[in-house]
């Protein structure tokens, strides 16, 4: 089965730039979506399509897509931002959703 | 505003059953996909099962499949997931979720979840 690999944990200093990774098998082949996970909160989608932006997500959410590795960029870090991320991709071998294992974003 | 309102979650003994419903408003519910993602306590995201606007086309993980059965009712805005023969490591919070249009995409709106219980 498809698997998607992220670093458990990131931090960054507010104001800086937190690139989270997702690494998968060719996954450039793929679209990527990304979601942020406050405590005790649902899931609410940032990116999807591995660089669109759903509306009311600020303009500091991007995401690139290539090779074996997705990457969620979040520019100029708030306080704010700090939560779990997780990517997801569509596994169509399997006909599967797959998360990746979640990233705890700290800010310093 | 598109709403989703998970309920059904409760404590259940192993080998249980347990239905979940997810109420939908605020789309028209026929024209997309649903999804169940599951969260353990502490742990990340695990989809669950997936369905298609239609109802014809579901697809399931594969632990729990030939336990859990997704379903919907499109004259009433809901989603459902009937789980049969329950383990305690079905124990999670579950979250119906839309998808942007068809099984294959991402979901971009999630309800708040249900907690399921699953012990002696």
């Known amino acids: 089965s498809y698997v998607l690999t992220q670093p458990p944990s990131f931090s960054v200093a507010p104001g800086k730039t937190a690139r989270i990774t997702c690494g998968g098998n060719n996954i450039g082949s793929k679209s990527v979506h990304w979601y942020q996970q406050k405590p005790g909160q649902a899931p609410v989608l940032v990116i999807y399509y591995d660089s669109d932006r759903p509306s009311g997500i600020p303009e500091r959410f991007s995401g690139s897509n290539s090779g074996n590795t997705a990457t969620l960029i979040i520019s100029r870090v708030e306080a704010g931002d700090e939560a779990d991320y997780y990517c997801q991709v569509w596994d169509r071998s399997s006909d599967h959703w797959v998360f990746g294992g979640g990233t705890k974003l700290t800010v310093l | 505003e598109v709403q989703l309102l998970e309920s059904g979650g409760g404590l259940v003994q192993p080998g249980g059953s347990l239905r979940l419903s997810c109420a939908a408003s605020g789309f028209t519910f026929s024209s997309y996909a649903m999804t169940w993602v599951r969260q353990a306590p502490g742990k990340g995201l695990e989809w669950v099962s997936v369905i298609s606007g239609s109802g014809d086309i579901t697809y399931y993980a594969d632990s729990v499949k030939g336990r859990f059965t997704i379903s919907r009712d499109n004259s009433k805005n809901t989603l459902y997931l009937q789980m049969n023969s329950l383990r305690a490591e079905d124990t999670a919070v579950y979250y119906c979720?839309?998808?942007?249009?068809?099984?294959?995409?991402?979901?971009?709106?999630w309800g708040q979840g249900t907690l399921v219980t699953v012990s002696s």
């Open positions: 979720a839309k998808q942007m249009t068809t099984v294959t995409t991402g979901g971009d709106y």
